[in-house]
């Protein structure tokens, strides 16, 4: 009988992983843990049997987690003293949580959004619970994949005691290529723009850069080396190249990359495989096919813009519907520069607006899927 996997890897919004917030250590915990238990929601999985998650007539979902599950990633110890400190700690973050909100830019609707994490938190202490609100439009940002994702193991971003090593983690893992931040985005990511000790390189350095490489190395399956740019005299970029720890990686999530060359859900957005399994004529084997493409439109293309605006002239003209999406897509990403397998995009497709209320039995369709 196969080994039950202890690792879980989450898939986390590139809106999320980029956005605006200021988190202590346990309030990215809490926030792991609804990421865990979202995903699970949307895939189907069976939840924890102490987590239950109920939805309210205004689509707000309010989360009972056992406060166990928060600390699970702390040694265990039988000093009930450090115990009762670690629960006051979870307590803190709710609470502080409560006043806090991050930003992010719906680019689709171009508009900008500050939004209150959480409402209504509760601590149990007699069932060691914690409970908490969460408002629909929080959900979608952290479901949101049309923007790309970031995939990284749980337990992992669990263990970390810096939260800049969480947030860095979450930006290189599963990252080969080199990237460019400027420094003022990095600072302003991290919410320490106002503070002024990180306007010294050598504090910057010091207090956020290093000891986040340092925890990586020792922990993480990824981890990066970094390089200051400099306009001028003045350094204003960072270039941060990602490399892989083979040593760090669980040997359970090595099965499951061997599991995806069977499953193509683990690469491939679980909406966009159900809208093409539903409304353009898709089979499972079919995804599995063209997973290659499919993981790029997740990671790279608003592909619920692209399939609405193009749905009609689609259904009304191609003959092989599938054949026909993946030329689509290919063209869309050889738009960005980003060439599936070196050959030429084919032709432009005319884009043609369809009836709001035919895409809109569609649209409701994803919808549902968010929320089950």
């Avoid at 890897?9 to 990421?35: G, N, P, W």
């Avoid at 994702?149 to 970390?160: L, P, Q, T």
């Avoid at 090595?254 to 409304?279: D, F, G, M, R």
């Amino acid at each position: 009988m196969a080994k039950p996997i202890k690792n879980f890897e989450l898939l986390q919004s590139y809106i999320l992983t980029t956005a605006r917030y200021d988190f202590t250590v346990y309030e990215k915990r809490i926030m792991y843990c609804v990421l865990k238990n979202l995903q699970h929601l949307l895939s189907g999985q069976k939840l924890n049997e102490q987590v239950t998650i109920t939805e309210d007539l205004f689509g707000n979902k309010r989360f009972e987690i056992p406060i166990k599950d928060v600390l699970s990633a702390l040694p265990a110890s039988g000093d009930s003293k450090e115990r009762s400190t670690n629960h006051a700690q979870v307590k803190k973050a709710l609470w502080s949580l409560r006043r806090k909100d991050f930003e992010y830019r719906d680019e689709k609707n171009d508009i900008e959004r500050l939004i209150g994490i959480i409402e209504k938190p509760e601590v149990r202490h007699r069932s060691e619970m914690i409970s908490f609100d969460l408002d629909p439009v929080v959900i979608e940002a952290f479901l949101n994949f049309a923007k790309g994702y970031r995939k990284y193991i749980f337990e992992v971003a669990m263990s970390f005691e810096s939260v800049y090593t969480m947030r860095f983690y979450e930006l290189f893992s599963n990252q080969h290529e080199p990237i460019t931040y400027s420094i003022a985005s990095i600072k302003e990511m991290f919410q320490i723009s106002d503070k002024k000790s990180y306007n010294k390189i050598s504090n910057l350095k010091a207090k956020v850069l290093d000891p986040a490489k340092k925890e990586l190395d020792e922990k993480s399956p990824y981890s990066f080396a970094y390089k200051m740019i400099k306009t001028g005299r003045k350094a204003t970029h960072v270039l941060f190249t990602p490399y892989k720890i083979p040593k760090n990686q669980p040997a359970d999530i090595e099965q499951k990359e061997l599991n995806s060359q069977v499953s193509p859900y683990w690469t491939v957005s679980p909406e966009l495989a159900e809208l093409l399994i539903k409304h353009f004529g898709y089979d499972k084997q079919t995804i599995k096919n063209h997973k290659k493409i499919l993981k790029l439109v997740t990671k790279h293309l608003d592909f619920v813009s692209i399939l609405r605006e193009n749905y009609k002239y689609i259904i009304t003209t191609a003959d092989v519907i599938p054949a026909f999406v993946y030329g689509m897509f290919k063209r869309k990403l050889a738009e960005k520069g980003i060439y599936v397998d070196g050959t030429q995009a084919p032709p432009m497709v005319p884009q043609v607006d369809i009836p709001a209320e035919e895409w809109e039995q569609i649209q409701n369709h994803l919808d549902s899927l968010k929320k089950k």
